[in-house]
């Protein structure tokens, strides 16, 4: 069974019950005139993603492993958005890539670079969490995972939320350092620092590279 280097320590791993999730890689989070961006924020520090990401990606289509994307969004009438959520203004409203985080739109479908091939499930979740509202945890059991890689945007908010939300139901989650983003270098780093701190407290941390050396 490979073992990789990691924090807090060595992530060991069955390819065969080990699923890599790709976290909400939507244009109105990554490209410029996104959403993302016309809140203030600053695209290429997710967009570095991309490269590393497709990588991994290739490597695991290529070795007939699990793959499952991720999307936010809400329903056109938007009943699956709390009230709350659409207080704070943007979902739903017409935005560059059409109305913003709402299914079917442009900007709500992944990059270009990154879009699912053939017959990989995409999950679209209301929240932040990829469990929550949705039929992840049946896909998981169904496939016969029992740990996560973890990738995706952004890190300190539904990568956090999904790894702390896949610990509590018994998963191990190895998150990449180079294949998670946000948009503010501070929290990217101290989320990093989060999840491996306390002896792993809810996960493992490595790069990209290493897991691809452990893969072939
Ligand atoms: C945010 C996400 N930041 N995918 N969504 O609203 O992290």
């Not at 990059?111 to 929550?132: N, Q």
Request: proline residues 6%.
């Amino acid at each position: 069974m490979p073992s990789i280097n990691a924090l807090p320590n060595p992530f060991t791993f069955e390819p065969a019950e080990t699923a890599l999730l790709v976290i909400d890689m939507q244009r109105d989070f990554l490209l410029p005139g996104g959403f993302g961006e016309s809140l203030g924020n600053d695209v290429s520090q997710l967009s570095r993603t991309i490269e590393p990401l497709s990588a991994l990606l290739a490597a695991w289509r290529a070795a007939g492993l699990p793959i499952i994307h991720t999307r936010e969004g809400h329903l056109p009438d938007l009943s699956d958005c709390p009230p709350s959520k659409l207080a704070r203004g943007g979902i739903g409203e017409k935005g560059a890539f059409g109305r913003i985080l709402v299914r079917g739109e442009y900007g709500h479908d992944i990059v270009d670079e990154l879009a699912p091939a053939e017959g990989e499930i995409v999950v679209d979740k209301p929240g932040k969490g990829a469990f929550y509202a949705t039929e992840l945890a049946e896909i998981l059991e169904k496939l016969g995972v029992t740990k996560l890689v973890v990738t995706g945007v952004t890190t300190e908010v539904c990568v956090h939320t999904t790894v702390r939300e896949a610990n509590d139901r018994g998963y191990d989650c190895l998150v990449l350092s180079d294949c998670v983003g946000s948009y503010f270098p501070e929290f990217q780093r101290v989320g990093l620092q989060m999840i491996a701190a306390q002896g792993g407290i809810f996960g493992w941390v490595a790069d990209s590279p290493t897991l691809l050396a452990a893969l072939s």
